[in-house]
């Protein structure tokens, strides 16, 4: 089949078209997995269809196992779903068995393969992707974020002011579930006659704004070592998690970036403030600490930090943090200290040159869109 939907696009789909026999659910976007899924089961089996739902994981299954179990007949049904956990821990062996199955699957059977990320390399991934409806759950980039949170917070009866997802944003790290988990605790919260606004989402999740990841950003610009540190520890008293703080702050950064790049094109210091809705002396601030190899710096810092976090470091999380945002006021305070020797950044093509150098990083960042 080979076809690409996004989870939207699936749900739709399934209104006017019968189910594939196979399909591939992957993207590191936890929550659009998750719902993907959902949808698939409830589409195919209805409320309560477990009777014809047989869930496998790609570490512990045998392929003759999931094999079997895909072409047995479903019970008192038209059909039944044979879902794969971590798809990509299926062994090459195992997934040997599987190749058949994939080049005539069973109609009466619908198989879910569910995973982060496959290595396309593979050819258990390749056969995957040819047979399969894939669902792509790849994380949300900063333009679809926004509407994604107005869309979710309607459906618990919320209306959130631009200043409100602009908070949730920040202080989610992109995660959309980290976002649900907020939302669903702000409707418990704002009586539904009235606006949600950010400081709603600051007080509810116990930190104040002065201590938000965008003022932490500010701290490094002025290289305040002192309040980064402090600001990172209150955060971590609050519960959020050093993922989430990393998240972000990346994401921040990418805000920055955005700026600098729109104004490089010839944008205002107020264009941009109001495109990002940021204050216009906030906007010199960035500009005028934050240089663009600055930029560069973090972004790797954030990309070594995410790798760190998630396998299980022996360093601590909290040290991780420090360590990653001490090096961030330095990097600020040695390009201060290198600016009278450095040749102005050059307008026209050669900003363009520079733009492309940071999006490459940018487009491999693994702590969020």
Same mark, same amino acid.
Request: aromatic share 6%; net charge positive; proline share 4%.
């Given at each position: ?5 996004? *989870? ?9 078209? *019968? ?7 992957? %993207?590191? &976007? ?5 719902? #993907? ?28 196992? !999931? ?13 039944? @779903? ?22 005539? *699957? ?25 047979? =399969?409806?894939? @669902? ?35 202080? =989610?790290?992109? =995660? ?7 939302? &669903? ?7 539904? +006659? /009235?606006?949600?606004? #950010? ?20 701290? @490094? ?15 971590? &008293? ?6 989430? !703080?990393?998240? =972000? ?9 955005? $700026? ?6 010839? %944008?205002?210091?107020?264009? #941009?403030?109001?495109?990002?809705? $940021? ?8 500009? %005028? ?7 560069? &710096? ?5 990309? +070594? ?15 991780? $943090? ?17 600016? *009278? ?19 490459? @990083? ?6 969020? /869109?």
């Amino acid at each position: 089949m080979g076809t690409t939907l996004s *989870p939207l696009q699936l749900q739709a789909t399934l209104k006017t078209q *019968p189910p594939a026999p196979v399909y591939l659910v992957v %993207g590191e &976007e936890d929550l659009l997995r998750d719902e #993907a899924v959902a949808a698939l089961k409830t589409a195919l089996l209805g409320e309560g269809g477990d009777f014809n739902f047989d869930v496998f994981y790609g570490d512990e299954a045998a392929g003759t196992e !999931i094999l079997t179990c895909a072409l047995e007949v479903p019970v008192f049904a038209e059909r039944r @779903i044979v879902l794969v956990k971590g798809a990509e821990k299926v062994s090459a062996k195992e997934a040997e068995v599987l190749l058949p199955y994939l080049a005539q *699957p069973v109609h009466a059977t619908t198989l879910i393969f569910v995973s982060s990320k496959l290595d396309g390399r593979l050819k258990f991934s390749q056969a995957l992707a040819r047979a =399969s409806v894939t @669902i792509d759950c790849s994380p949300l980039r900063d333009v679809q974020l926004g509407p994604w949170v107005t869309r979710d917070a309607q459906r618990l009866g919320l209306r959130l002011d631009e200043k409100a997802v602009d908070a949730l944003k920040e202080t =989610s790290g992109g =995660s959309l579930y980290a976002v649900r988990r907020e939302l &669903e605790k702000l409707a418990s919260y704002v009586t539904a +006659d /009235r606006l949600t606004t #950010a400081a709603d989402v600051y007080q509810l999740r116990g930190v104040e704004p002065d201590a938000s990841v965008f003022d932490l950003t500010l701290a @490094i610009a002025e290289g305040q070592r002192g309040r980064v540190l402090s600001i990172l520890a209150r955060n971590l &008293e609050a519960g959020e998690a050093p993922l989430r !703080i990393l998240g =972000s702050l990346a994401w921040q950064y990418r805000r920055v970036w955005k $700026m600098k790049e729109l104004l490089r094109e010839g %944008g205002r210091d107020g264009e #941009a403030a109001r495109t990002l809705r $940021m204050d216009p002396s906030q906007v010199r601030t960035f500009l %005028g600490r934050l240089s663009d190899g600055h930029v560069r &710096e973090a972004l790797r810092l954030f990309w +070594d930090a995410d790798g760190q976090l998630k396998g299980g470091s022996s360093g601590r999380p909290k040290m991780i $943090m420090e360590r990653v945002l001490l090096q961030l006021c330095q990097s600020v305070q040695q390009a201060q200290s290198d600016a *009278p020797r450095r040749t102005p950044t050059p307008t026209g093509r050669g900003a363009a040159r520079a733009v492309s150098n940071v999006r490459t @990083i940018t487009s491999g960042n693994r702590t969020g /869109r």
